[in-house]
């Protein structure tokens, strides 16, 4: 009889063993699945530059495109997961200085600002050391800034409107005052970067669960016009975006402080 409790004990035991390991792998898996998602982002911003340098500036800027949208979903995973770790925070960083600066920058220099010579590349420099204090700005801030919104323009609208120009405009060729245009556009925007200007966050709204049926409309209508003209609507919408952060200011016409007492969680950059 002992002996048998003993073999029941043990086998139970051994099972519960098994149990625990499972869980612990699945635990690993969890946590490891945001930084697959990062690792992706860092992959498309690389896989831009490399496009660059083959003069495929188009598919260039749907790496970048596609390198947003992996940023988006690595900070709704470790949310949801409940995963976000240190670690995590810093790796996004890193591949956001890859995907939404660097590769942006060279994008610009590369497809048209190349012909302007010596302000070509202090536009192209300046985007890429504005995205930088703008990341690093922002870890040394995150938990004390107000989570509604993104005190300076955020990297990944940034290097948005970058690659949604490089669409539109293609490869038609520029006169030497429209390449100073987008010249100036580049040194403004690396400027708004920096600035102390708020952009909506919109991690406060929730229309899905309050109007679903009016989300679902305006997801089906999003859609139809992004299949008719996707490039011009890409570039609206990044440039609305682009342009609130000074609209807002001018119309609430008040000093805005860098810290409030509400928080910002760090995934969401």
Known sequence: MRRRLLGSEGARAARRRRWQNLQEKRQRGIFLLPSLFTTANLFSGFLAVLLTTHRRYSEAALAILVA????ILDGKVARLTNTTTQFGVEFDSLADVVSFCVAPAFLLYGWKLSHLGRAAWLASFLF????AIRLARFNVFSGVTDRRYFVGLPTPAAAGLAAATV??????????WE????SVA??????????????WSFKEVDLARRHPLGVLLVVVLGVLIVAS??????FVLFGLYVVSGPARRL????PEGVLTADTERPEDR
Do not use: H, K, Q
Request: proline share 2%; with cysteine.
């Open 68 to 71: 947003i949208l992996l940023d």
């Open 128 to 131: 890429v050391i504005c995205g």
């Open 167 to 176: 669409l539109l405009l293609g490869e038609e060729e520029m006169s030497r």
């Open 179 to 182: 390449l100073l245009a987008i």
């Open 186 to 199: 580049t040194y403004l925007v690396a400027l708004l970067m920096v600035s102390t200007f708020r952009y």
């Open 229 to 234: 003209a996707p490039y011009i609507l890409l």
């Open 251 to 254: 119309w609430v016409w008040r």
